[in-house]
């Protein structure tokens, strides 16, 4: 069956311009995770969706960066008025419920110029 | 507060030797507890979980390790390294301090193999 998916797979951007990066979850899954890996860095967690309600976004670094997820599905993290710092490798992970495996998907490498 | 520690943050060991990978976690609560892989270039990869069933664990790929709950324990072991084990491996735990479920990463450990 279909893994997570993200879209893009890479994405080159301009300092100070937004940015959206989409996640695809296994379906059936009601745990959705977003996490950023910088070079040579281990993960840093950024929010937790349970269905499409988000009780824990404390790891979302700035006010800058917000996320969503609709119908218990889709979820899309926005990076508005991108900066150098915030170039890496943004993971997505979704699992059957929080307490299970969680299957990542292959990340968005962002990279602002 | 609830944390996780990866005591080494590099561990080397040649082909054929034991691995030992240490994990130690701080939560007043039960734990579920998990080890992960990320080869290089690769996503990450569940290598084996505990959920409080028995204490010794046994994964993929001949991994296993063993929760310890008098030393908050988790340590990751492999009797033989193999080349193909060199990889970045993040112990993970999922604690409920309230109605959620909290998943913490540890910072990683990463494994060199020489021939």
């Known amino acids: 069956g279909a893994g997570v998916s993200q879209s893009p797979s890479n994405k080159v951007t301009e300092k100070g311009k937004d940015v959206e990066l989409r996640c695809d979850p296994i379906?059936?899954?009601?745990?959705l995770y977003w996490y950023r890996q910088s070079l040579g860095q281990g993960l840093e967690f950024l929010i937790y969706?349970?269905?499409?309600?988000?009780?824990?976004k404390s790891g979302l670094p700035s006010d800058r960066f917000s996320a969503e997820r609709t119908g218990g599905s889709v979820s899309t993290l926005t990076i508005q008025r991108t900066q150098q710092e915030d170039s890496a490798v943004y993971l997505c992970?979704?699992?059957?419920?929080?307490?299970?495996?969680?299957?990542f998907g292959p990340g968005t490498r962002l990279t602002v110029l | 507060a609830q944390s996780v520690t990866q005591l080494d943050s590099h561990v080397s060991v040649s082909e054929g030797t034991p691995v030992l990978l240490r994990c130690n976690y701080s939560?007043?609560?039960?734990?579920?507890l998990f080890w992960y892989v990320q080869h290089p270039n690769k996503g990450l990869q569940l290598l084996l979980k505990?959920?409080?069933?028995?204490?010794l664990v046994k994964g993929i790929n001949g991994f296993e390790a063993e929760f310890k709950k008098s030393e908050t324990s988790f340590h990751l072991t492999k009797p033989s390294a193999h080349m193909s084990d060199a990889a970045e491996y993040f112990c993970?735990?999922?604690?409920?301090?309230?109605?959620?479920?909290?998943?913490?990463f540890g910072p990683g450990t990463s494994l060199s193999v020489i021939p």
């Open positions: 992970a979704s699992s059957l419920t929080s307490d299970n495996e969680q299957f």
């Open positions: 379906s059936g899954h009601t745990a």
């Open positions: 969706f349970q269905g499409n309600s988000a009780p824990d």
């Open positions: 939560s007043s609560y039960s734990p579920s």
């Open positions: 505990y959920t409080s069933a028995a204490t």
């Open positions: 993970v735990v999922t604690l409920q301090p309230t109605s959620y479920d909290k998943v913490i």
